[in-house]
């Protein structure tokens, strides 16, 4: 069993999350801006599907990505330096959003639905929630969006429409942030295409200790901008 969150009900300590399912933690409660928060600050993700209540969730382990250990392949170094892109950031947040939504290949239904936009939509409008954009000719062809508390990048989710785009907005987001000096790129859950851009497993305990040191250096004001890394 696991708790039922009331609205005044804080979240119960990480440790107590189940191993099967793995991370789950609690239900219920609401996705408010001060709810969301507190559970990025605890090292707690909310995920579910339309019509469910609302889960909460942290894994063991957790799936990381350090900043400085994102593998660049040389295909992508060539595209990244060729440069036949545009790379924008906080541009078009709900549009990622809505794009990392859609139906993906031989998958059915989504977690990112009406819901979660509103709310991560409102949390970046308060400044914590940031989009990286990949545009060609014009046009939105990938990206990413997450979370930043501190010097701490919660990632959320990735989409893309042409090849590499959203490696390339992953590349970006890697170099500026080892530049700003984050410490750690939440992944959430291992998949063997994380494993390939250079996220690794680390204990939850490791995770939590580091994310609390990290939320406590002072953050990027929003909107964010990213220096000419490539090219």
Known sequence: MIPLLRSANSFPPVEQALRAPNGLLAAGGDLSAPRLLEAYRRGIFPWFSAGEPILWWSPDPRMVLFPEEFKLSDSLRKTLHRGRYEVRTDSAFEQVMRACAAPRDGATGTWIHEDMIDAYCELHRQGYAHSVETWMDGELVGGLYGMALGRMFYGESM???????????LAHLSAQ???WEFGMIDCQMNTPHLSSLGAREIARSDFVARLQALIELPGVPAPWRFEHLFG
């Open 159 to 169: 989409f893309s429409r042409r090849t590499d785009a959203s490696k390339i907005a």
């Open 177 to 179: 942030l080892a530049r």
